[in-house]
Protein backbone atom coordinates (compact mmCIF):
# COMPACT_ATOMS: atom_id res chain seq x y z
CA UNK A 1 0.00 0.00 0.00
CA UNK A 2 3.26 2.33 0.88
CA UNK A 3 4.43 1.27 -2.42
CA UNK A 4 1.79 2.34 -4.38
CA UNK A 5 1.28 5.91 -2.62
CA UNK A 6 4.48 6.81 -2.94
CA UNK A 7 4.45 5.91 -6.81
CA UNK A 8 1.44 7.71 -7.14
CA UNK A 9 3.02 10.74 -5.33
CA UNK A 10 6.38 10.77 -7.25
CA UNK A 11 4.36 10.56 -11.10
CA UNK A 12 1.91 13.27 -9.48
CA UNK A 13 5.30 15.50 -9.28
CA UNK A 14 7.18 14.14 -11.81
CA UNK A 15 8.65 17.03 -13.94
CA UNK A 16 6.57 15.91 -17.19
CA UNK A 17 3.37 16.82 -15.16
CA UNK A 18 4.81 20.08 -14.63
CA UNK A 19 6.33 21.27 -17.87
CA UNK A 20 4.28 23.27 -20.25
CA UNK A 21 5.07 24.21 -23.71
CA UNK A 22 3.86 28.40 -23.75
CA UNK A 23 2.13 29.78 -27.22
CA UNK A 24 5.67 31.44 -27.75
CA UNK A 25 7.19 28.25 -27.38
CA UNK A 26 5.10 26.64 -29.97
CA UNK A 27 4.86 29.44 -32.44
CA UNK A 28 9.05 29.18 -32.49
CA UNK A 29 9.11 25.13 -33.48
CA UNK A 30 9.42 26.20 -37.44
CA UNK A 31 12.99 27.53 -36.16
CA UNK A 32 13.39 23.94 -33.88
CA UNK A 33 13.66 21.40 -35.96
CA UNK A 34 15.04 19.27 -32.94
CA UNK A 35 11.81 19.36 -30.99
CA UNK A 36 8.81 17.48 -32.33
CA UNK A 37 4.86 18.90 -31.99
CA UNK A 38 2.12 16.02 -31.68
CA UNK A 39 -1.27 16.64 -31.38
CA UNK A 40 -3.66 13.79 -30.16
CA UNK A 41 -6.94 15.51 -31.37
CA UNK A 42 -8.87 12.93 -33.71
CA UNK A 43 -8.36 13.51 -38.10
CA UNK A 44 -12.21 14.32 -37.33
CA UNK A 45 -11.33 17.34 -34.92
CA UNK A 46 -8.33 18.44 -37.37
CA UNK A 47 -10.42 18.09 -40.32
CA UNK A 48 -12.95 20.88 -38.49
CA UNK A 49 -10.48 23.00 -37.13
CA UNK A 50 -7.49 22.87 -38.73
CA UNK A 51 -3.98 22.25 -36.86
CA UNK A 52 -1.01 23.89 -35.63
CA UNK A 53 2.10 24.14 -37.99
CA UNK A 54 4.45 21.27 -37.76
CA UNK A 55 2.43 19.54 -35.51
CA UNK A 56 1.78 15.71 -36.45
CA UNK A 57 -1.26 14.04 -35.69
CA UNK A 58 -1.26 11.00 -33.56
CA UNK A 59 -4.95 10.75 -31.88
CA UNK A 60 -4.97 9.79 -27.97
CA UNK A 61 -6.09 6.25 -28.76
CA UNK A 62 -2.98 5.23 -30.88
CA UNK A 63 -0.23 7.60 -28.54
CA UNK A 64 0.28 4.10 -26.19
CA UNK A 65 1.17 1.94 -29.16
CA UNK A 66 2.60 4.60 -31.02
CA UNK A 67 5.76 4.80 -28.56
CA UNK A 68 6.13 1.30 -27.12
CA UNK A 69 9.29 -0.23 -27.72
CA UNK A 70 7.57 -2.77 -30.08
CA UNK A 71 6.65 0.27 -32.18
CA UNK A 72 9.96 -0.27 -34.44
CA UNK A 73 11.12 3.48 -35.89
CA UNK A 74 10.63 2.34 -39.07
CA UNK A 75 6.79 1.27 -38.38
CA UNK A 76 6.58 5.08 -36.92
CA UNK A 77 7.88 6.79 -39.46
CA UNK A 78 5.78 4.92 -42.22
CA UNK A 79 2.24 5.68 -39.63
CA UNK A 80 3.26 9.42 -38.73
CA UNK A 81 5.68 10.40 -41.39
CA UNK A 82 8.54 11.33 -39.20
CA UNK A 83 11.41 9.02 -37.43
CA UNK A 84 10.20 7.98 -33.75
CA UNK A 85 11.46 10.42 -31.14
CA UNK A 86 13.86 8.88 -28.75
CA UNK A 87 12.85 8.91 -24.56
CA UNK A 88 14.93 11.62 -24.38
CA UNK A 89 14.15 13.87 -27.31
CA UNK A 90 12.11 17.51 -26.72
CA UNK A 91 8.10 16.12 -27.31
CA UNK A 92 5.59 19.07 -27.32
CA UNK A 93 1.90 17.27 -26.73
CA UNK A 94 -1.13 19.28 -27.65
CA UNK A 95 -4.99 18.83 -28.32
CA UNK A 96 -8.19 21.54 -28.11
CA UNK A 97 -7.61 22.29 -24.27
CA UNK A 98 -4.75 20.52 -23.12
CA UNK A 99 -6.70 17.74 -21.02
CA UNK A 100 -5.94 15.08 -23.64
CA UNK A 101 -2.78 16.02 -24.52
CA UNK A 102 -2.01 15.91 -20.72
CA UNK A 103 -3.17 11.89 -20.61
CA UNK A 104 -0.61 11.65 -23.81
CA UNK A 105 2.28 12.62 -21.62
CA UNK A 106 1.05 10.79 -19.13
CA UNK A 107 1.41 7.86 -21.21
CA UNK A 108 4.49 8.24 -22.65
CA UNK A 109 6.33 8.95 -19.24
CA UNK A 110 4.85 5.69 -18.65
CA UNK A 111 6.92 4.43 -20.87
CA UNK A 112 10.00 5.64 -20.23
CA UNK A 113 9.81 9.39 -22.17
CA UNK A 114 11.12 12.07 -20.02
CA UNK A 115 11.43 15.05 -22.19
CA UNK A 116 7.70 16.41 -22.93
CA UNK A 117 5.94 18.90 -22.68
CA UNK A 118 1.84 20.08 -22.71
CA UNK A 119 0.64 22.67 -24.48
CA UNK A 120 -1.83 23.77 -22.22
CA UNK A 121 -3.45 26.18 -24.41
CA UNK A 122 -3.17 23.83 -27.13
CA UNK A 123 -5.64 24.61 -30.14
CA UNK A 124 -7.90 26.79 -28.17
CA UNK A 125 -4.86 29.23 -27.19
CA UNK A 126 -3.38 28.88 -30.57
CA UNK A 127 -6.30 29.46 -33.14
CA UNK A 128 -7.36 32.69 -30.98
CA UNK A 129 -4.20 34.43 -30.94
CA UNK A 130 -3.50 33.43 -34.44
CA UNK A 131 -7.19 35.33 -35.10
CA UNK A 132 -8.69 31.80 -36.85
Given at each position: ???????????????????????????DLPNHPEKVLI????ADELAATGQIP???????????????????????????????????????????????????????????????????????????????
Open positions: MCALFFNWITKLFSSNKMSIATYEEVLDVRGTSINIPLEQVAKAFSPETSTEEFSRLYGVPKPNQDHYIIMSCRTGRRSQMAIDTIADLGYTNARNYKGSWTEWAAKQGL
